[in-house]
């Protein structure tokens, strides 16, 4: 007997959406850059993701213009969308524009056999994240809720050092402590991030830890400045298998034009704010 196709996700992080339709950031074109990855995510006639989720830093200039026009490219592609807040967004904004019909604000979903648990991380005004005890509380709800399902969950810092010393200052304060959570139950399967403008796999025993780079630019691994990678825009699919397996690759847009100067770590690059 043939097994049942597995749940497809298309994760895309970090768009940094400008006002000006031409604006840029780090010498992209963020809303072009944007459109790109969507049109070669959903071009692939094999591969039809049953959710878009988007982790965070959807704006780089929040505004409800802003999260008005990409609500409105979103709901134009057909999949449910799942969105959380990354330190860039407004998160109050962010929910009274994106939290209704096709698209969705830090609200859990079903996939068949699979939960997708997207998470608030902001901390307003800071760089860096960490869950509220709101969250956490939510969080062991939501992974206690049905013994049956496997769970993803979703945040925008990251939970774990990434070997960055000016990244690993602004991670999830608390993310030791989710780790620990998550430890406990076996049917959660991976935790998927975005804010470090970079790919990695990473696996704690079942634990599957993903991050995911940039629909715009991309920071160098491994650095302890802020230095620019020449990667060029990309995005994350998952294939969630019915019996708990992960299959997942990053896609870059090969040929993307990049920046000049890419390396330079304090003439064009900033911190995560």
């Not at 994350?236 to 019996?243: A, F, N, S, T």
């Amino acid at each position: 007997m043939q097994s049942p196709e597995p749940i497809r996700i298309l994760q895309v992080t970090d768009l940094h959406l400008r006002a000006a339709p031409d604006g840029e950031l780090y010498g992209v074109r963020t809303n072009g850059s944007f459109q790109a990855v969507m049109e070669r995510a959903l071009g692939d006639d094999d591969w039809h993701p049953a959710a878009i989720m988007v982790t965070g830093d959807l704006a780089e200039d929040p505004s409800r213009e802003v999260y008005t026009r990409f609500r409105s490219a979103m709901e134009s592609f057909g999949p449910p969308v799942l969105c959380l807040p990354g330190n860039h967004d407004d998160p109050s904004l962010m929910a009274a524009v994106l939290d209704g019909g096709l698209v969705s604000y830090c609200t859990s979903h079903t996939f068949g056999s699979w939960r997708v648990v997207p998470l608030d991380t902001v901390v307003p005004g800071e760089d860096g994240g960490a869950l509220s005890d709101r969250e956490l509380t939510r969080l062991q709800r939501e992974i206690s809720a049905d013994e049956t399902q496997w769970v993803i969950v979703a945040v925008h810092h990251q939970p774990l050092p990434m070997g960055s010393a000016w990244l690993d200052g602004v991670r999830l304060g608390n993310g030791p402590e989710m780790l620990s959570l998550l430890a406990r139950h076996r049917r959660v399967r991976a935790v998927v991030w975005g804010h470090v403008h970079q790919a990695s796999d990473r696996r704690r025993g079942e634990l599957r830890l993903l991050s995911t780079p940039s629909t715009c630019a991309q920071f160098m691994p491994g650095t302890t400045t802020c230095v620019m990678d020449s990667r060029p825009p990309g995005f994350r699919r998952l294939d969630l298998g019915h019996d708990g397996s992960i299959h997942t690759e990053v896609v870059w847009l090969d040929g993307w034009p990049q920046t000049a100067g890419a390396t330079d770590s304090r003439a064009i690059c900033r911190p995560p704010r």
